[in-house]
């Protein structure tokens, strides 16, 4: 249960602090992200540490159950798939799927369901509810 509770505190402020600038910096984000699709070494590193750190949690915490340990191993699970179709998928799907939610409507969606999913995270690991 430790584990638990300090990855619910990791990733509930991971994603308030990161939803919250995700929101306020959406076009400077957007250019970063065209700027590491542009690379293709750089894009493959980061799937690599994508995948080292989803493999990580997955193993760490396989936990399945329909509460916030749930939606911690679900993350760790996500992680791990979009690693995976980053590194297998050809390239040029890779940048039309990227490309498609390289707009500002999904940042805006992407950092408010950030926001909410830290404040829930931060609350149940911190004991706020």
Same mark, same amino acid.
């Given at each position: ?69 749930? !939606? ?42 950030? !926001? ?14």
């Amino acid at each position: 249960m430790e584990l638990s509770i300090f990855l619910a505190q990791l990733f509930g402020l991971y994603f308030l602090i990161a939803g919250g600038i995700i929101m306020m910096r959406q076009k400077s984000y957007m250019h970063i992200i065209m700027d590491v699709l542009g690379d293709k070494g750089l894009l493959m590193i980061v799937a690599i540490c994508q995948l080292f750190a989803g493999l990580s949690l997955v193993l760490a915490h396989w936990v399945w159950t329909p509460d916030w340990r749930g !939606v911690i191993t679900l993350i760790g699970v996500w992680i791990v798939v979009e690693a995976i179709f980053y590194l297998a998928a050809p390239y040029t799907k890779v940048v039309k799927l990227v490309k498609q939610f390289n707009t500002p409507a999904w940042y805006t969606s992407g950092g408010m369901l950030a !926001v909410v999913m830290g404040a829930y995270l931060a609350g149940k690991g911190f004991g706020f509810w």
